[in-house]
């Protein structure tokens, strides 16, 4: 057995004067450095008719800032180094990959764009990125088999004054209606120190990590925390809907509101997701695809976020398969679950699963899910960078009892919504009493 | 010390990185073992190259080489399809196959300590499968939904159209799925003689990355596949014909659609055949592509999406394989601007052959790009594994990495507008669209790109 020493993610946290939250993290083994910052904020802060503001705004923080006026991939990939962002309903993350020899150029580009971003953005770079933002819409949504069903998915799952009811793209709609003004509001309000939490892991010794840290965002201005987000939802019945789409297979869409993230039952959940519908040995799996042959595909996830969660199963009907077969062998599968519970045997498998993908995480320290942007993950969304290794013990002190418990708790048949995507007029093969719903 | 905010910081020299050392050994049974030291976290990868790619579908049999591997996992000796997965999963393996144009990759990932029961997992899956009917029955449905379902996802759909734009007839003009007839006629007989000649020890390389000495990781790859004998099938020894050459376009149109009507963007690749991977020209064309259209702020995605909005995302880049390779353009753009972003497009493809030579700041970047950033793709076992198995894919010497980065540094601008005017040519290149062909019929007029061929989005 490998010795829990070895499943760590050591780090060093200080916090700044201005309420920056700095944490460092050796690694010495390739001489490159990560540099990543989170920003607490994303479509969760939206308000509706302004959605798809955060992810626009996150296109405009690679556009230049006052002391750069200028596009920010050339320097930092003349120096050797790759960058990128991303925004979701919680947070907005920024982060460069360098070489050892280029963290300073890193940081000076951060803090830069921290503080002194809008002298730079102007109208015509404001108006160009709305566009690229709309085909990032096209491309990833709409010109996309299934696009529009998570899109409602959510709508339905949440109320309409939830921030979770929207996707973080936004509607097109509100991305054509926003105006340059919104822009100095949002900078102002959500970007700042004590919103922000920067992490740098690999080739640099902590103390001088930290002198840099202070040196370039030390001089920024502490600017008020934002106060936190809180809204409720619940699902008190069944929802049956069904959405015309471009696609040759039906697909049903499942989902129930479940933990928020780091909540009770939210790793029970993620395993649940494992041993029902995720890879060949899961039981959906095994019964739908390998056995009865009734779908192509099935899939789980427990997708946990700040203010809620919730628990989406999906699959496609194979041809000769109808969608109504899918539940039924979904549902007998959910209530075989809350009677019984996981057997040892797929809790044995599902530990070593987890185990090795923690240790899996441990293998970069940039990029998207690299060790800089988990530690900020854990930081902001848990208030501790150490979150690591209890992380893992969530999951392998989860036992057949919790699991089945949270299936009980969670997973309930008359209190989920049900999306089924048909063939553009084909709506006959939907679940009976799904109600039509338009998503543009 | 307060930041100096007059300029950007200067960057320090290039740190040294010393690059993978990689150790050679040939097995018993002719099996060559490739093996890499990886001291950083308890995880061990295995990639084994066979020499069963694309290229090896015989005509009419499209899509055989791919659905043999997938058979390797369906089941092996007496263990059921889920048996091999639950032995998988039991280590918290990520088993991956990858059927490339001239090679197939199988790689599997598991922690250090479950590294012989992966090594010996993957020997069965290649060695001893089942290959039953029943579960190729199930494979072969499975891939011909999953054809079907490829006709809704327009990246997909180019790029089957443009490979066989390029090759026509040849099996690097098909996706390694294959064609639904070519699927549907598949027998037993087929998967199991295509196995026997083609998997064996004599023409399989695995590359082994861990942290592990040399003689550790070898005698992993040693106690799983040293009871592999050579088949008595005789090798295959007649490869595809040598596909056309650089000046001999496939097809006789220079545009053509797939329609998708209501489609709110136009999916496109611009390109032709151009050049092979064992090139010496490799470097400037890394360098060239680099310039026009392979990174972020090359000439091509800084024209159509951070000047004019067209799109997301453009970007251009060769196929690399062991023939000549297809250099193309890649874009999805809205629909009311098909016409201009295709035209921004060639006139890039015409600038860089000598009307606008790069600059001195854009040769710097590129060439700072590729080599600055170098080491960072040489971070887990798993990359590095890769890197290896490119490195016998393309029979490149073992120093290959440490040459690297001053092959880049010695490619000029006079070497990449050399390049251009013998690899990039818009006069010879296909413009192909997946879109709405009404929207945007008459504004590609135009153009001067001739009558479209008009493509049914199944090839």
Redesign the interface.
């Known amino acids: 057995m490998l010795g829990v020493g070895s499943l760590t993610l050591p780090f060093a946290k200080r916090t700044l004067a201005n309420g920056l939250d700095v944490i460092v993290h050796e690694d010495h083994h390739v001489p490159i450095v990560a540099v990543n910052i989170w920003y607490h904020v994303g479509s969760k802060d939206e308000q509706p008719g302004r959605t798809g503001f955060a992810h626009l705004f996150e296109h405009l923080m690679f556009e230049g800032s006052e002391h750069h006026d200028a596009g920010f991939f050339p320097p930092v990939q003349q120096a050797g180094g790759v960058l990128n962002g991303s925004t979701n309903t919680d947070r907005t993350n920024y982060w460069e990959v360098v070489p050892t020899s280029a963290v300073d150029l890193a940081l000076w580009m951060e803090s830069d764009r921290m503080g002194y971003l809008l002298p730079a953005v102007t109208l015509e770079r404001f108006e160009t990125q709305r566009h690229v933002v709309l085909n990032e819409r096209r491309q990833n949504y709409e010109n996309r088999p299934y696009g529009f069903a998570s899109m409602a998915m959510a709508a339905a799952l949440f109320p309409e004054d939830h921030p979770y009811s929207w996707l973080t793209i936004g509607s097109s709609d509100d991305i054509r209606a926003m105006r340059l003004e919104d822009v100095q509001a949002f900078f102002r309000t959500y970007y700042h120190p004590a919103n922000a939490s920067l992490t740098l892991a690999g080739d640099i010794e902590t103390e001088r990590a930290f002198d840099l840290a202070e040196r370039y965002f030390g001089e920024l201005p502490r600017g008020p925390r934002p106060a936190p987000v809180r809204r409720t939802a619940d699902l008190a019945n069944e929802a049956r809907l069904v959405l015309e789409d471009r696609v040759e297979m039906p697909r049903v869409y499942m989902a129930w509101l479940s933990p928020a993230m780091f909540g009770e039952g939210d790793a029970e959940m993620d395993l649940l997701a494992d041993l029902l519908a995720n890879g060949k040995t899961s039981r959906l799996y095994r019964t739908l695809v390998y056995e009865r042959r009734v779908a192509l595909d099935v899939s789980a996830y427990q997708n946990s976020r700040e203010l809620a969660g919730f628990f989406l199963l999906v699959a496609t009907a194979a041809p000769g398969g109808s969608l109504t077969d899918i539940a039924a062998v979904i549902d007998a599968a959910l209530q075989r679950l809350i009677e019984a519970g996981p057997s040892e045997s797929e809790m044995e498998r599902a530990r070593a699963q987890a185990e090795a993908h923690f240790m899996y995480r441990l293998q970069t320290v940039g990029g998207f899910g690299g060790k800089s942007d988990q530690l900020n993950a854990y930081n902001v969304l848990h208030g501790d960078p150490g979150f690591f290794s209890a992380d893992l013990s969530r999951y392998r002190e989860a036992t057949t009892a919790s699991v089945r418990a949270a299936a009980v708790r969670f997973l309930g048949v008359d209190r989920r919504v049900i999306l089924s995507v048909v063939p553009r007029g084909q709506r006959e093969l939907a679940l009976s009493g799904s109600q039509p719903v338009s998503v543009a | ?3 100096d ?2 300029r ?10 010393r690059f993978p050392r990689i150790a050679r050994h040939t097995l018993g049974n002719g099996l060559q073992v490739r093996t890499v030291e990886h ?5 061990v990868t295995l990639v084994v190259q066979v020499d069963a790619g694309v290229v090896a579908d015989p005509p009419g049999r499209e899509g055989l080489a791919a659905i043999t591997a997938d058979m390797g996992d369906e089941g092996t000796g007496s263990l059921s ?2 048996e091999v ?2 032995g998988l ?6 088993y991956e196959v990858d059927v490339g144009a001239d090679a197939t990759h199988f790689s599997l ?3 250090s ?1 479950f590294a012989e029961r992966g090594a010996a997992l993957l020997a069965d899956i290649l060695v001893r499968p089942s290959l039953r009917a029943g579960d190729l029955d ?1 494979v072969r ?2 891939r011909l ?2 054809l ?2 490829l ?4 990246p997909v759909v180019a790029e089957r159209a443009f490979l066989r734009l390029m090759y026509g007839e040849h099996p690097y003009g098909h996706l390694s799925i294959g064609s639904a007839a070519a699927l549907g006629a598949l027998a037993l007989d087929d998967v199991a003689a295509f196995h026997a000649a083609r998997f064996r020890p004599s023409r399989t390389t695995i590359t082994v990355v861990g942290p592990l000495s040399h003689g550790g990781l070898l005698q992993l790859a040693d106690g799983a596949f040293s009871g592999w004998s050579e088949p008595l099938v005789p090798i295959d020894v007649q490869g595809p014909r040598e596909v056309g050459s650089q000046d001999d376009p496939t097809s006789q149109h220079r545009l053509a659609i797939v329609r998708r009507d ?4 136009s ?1 496109i690749r611009i390109g032709h055949l151009s050049a092979r991977r064992d090139t010496p020209d490799y470097p400037a064309l890394l360098v060239m592509n680099a310039v026009l259209g392979g ?3 090359s000439r091509i995605n800084l024209k159509l ?8 995302g453009a970007r251009s880049g060769f196929d690399w394989r062991r023939g000549i390779a297809p250099f193309s353009v890649q874009a ?3 629909t009311a601007s098909t016409a201009d972003a295709i035209s921004d497009c060639l006139a890039e493809l015409d600038g860089i052959r000598g009307s606008r030579p790069p600059s001195e700041r854009e040769m ?2 590129a060439k ?2 590729l ?6 793709g ?5 990359q590095v594994a890769r890197s290896v198995a490119q490195l016998a894919l393309f029979e490149l010497p073992d120093t290959y990495f440490e040459e690297f980065v001053p092959r880049v540094h010695a490619v000029e601008a006079a070497d990449v507008v050399r390049v251009a005017e013998r690899y990039v040519d818009p006069a010879r290149a296909v413009t192909l669209v997946v879109g709405d062909h009404q929207a945007v019929a008459e504004s590609l007029q135009p153009l001067g790109l001739g009558e479209p061929q008009l493509l049914p989005s199944v090839v």
Do not use: C, N
């Open positions: 010390m307060r930041a905010r007059s950007l910081p200067d960057v320090g020299p290039d740190p040294t990185f001291h950083t976290v308890p995880v399809a889920i997965s639950e999963a039991r280590i918290g393996a990520a990932t598991t922690l300590r199930r449905q499975m939904d999953r079907r379902q006709k809704d996802l327009p209501g489609a709110p963007q999916q990174q972020f702020v999406r951070e000047e004019k909005g067209y799109t997301y999805s753009v809205h710097s970047l700072a790009s080599t600055r950033g170098y080491p960072r040489f971070e887990t076992a798993q």
